[in-house]
Nanobody
Framework: QVHLAESGGGLVQPGGSLRLSCVAS????????MGWYRQVPAKERELVAV???????RYGDSVKGRFTISRDNAGNTVNLQMNSLKPEDTAIYYC?????????WGQGTQVTVSS
């Protein structure tokens, strides 16, 4: 079992910044892809950013140029720096850890962008 602890969500004004962090712990048996997805009511969960085990970075089209994902050297912490936030970025953000058929999710952290 892998546990994911998320932090950093909250309320921010349009144009502002937030930083999300996710720390993986537990039975970490392999280097995994780690990343962030987000979801709003009545919509499917969508990719925000992923840092793959091979070091590739992948971003959703709507966040390219504004969000940056990073990872610590041990590979168990992933951060998401979110700049130039827009109201449409409002969602619950979920951390994800994936290695082969093992797929774990955090409980989610709310990000609200509003004036």
């Amino acid at each position: 079992q892998v546990h994911l602890a998320e932090s950093g969500g909250g309320l921010v004004q349009p144009g502002g910044s937030l930083r999300l962090s996710c720390v993986a712990s537990g039975n970490i048996f392999d280097i995994a892809d780690m990343g962030w997805y987000r979801q709003v009511p009545a919509k499917e969960r969508e990719l925000v950013a992923v840092y793959t085990r091979g070091g590739d970075l992948r971003y959703g089209d709507s966040v390219k140029g504004r969000f940056t994902i990073s990872r610590d050297n041990a590979g168990n912490t992933v951060n998401l720096q979110m700049n130039s936030l827009k109201p449409e970025d409002t969602a619950i953000y979920y951390c994800n850890w994936r290695a082969g058929r093992w797929d774990y999710w955090g409980q989610g952290t709310q990000v609200t962008v509003s004036s």
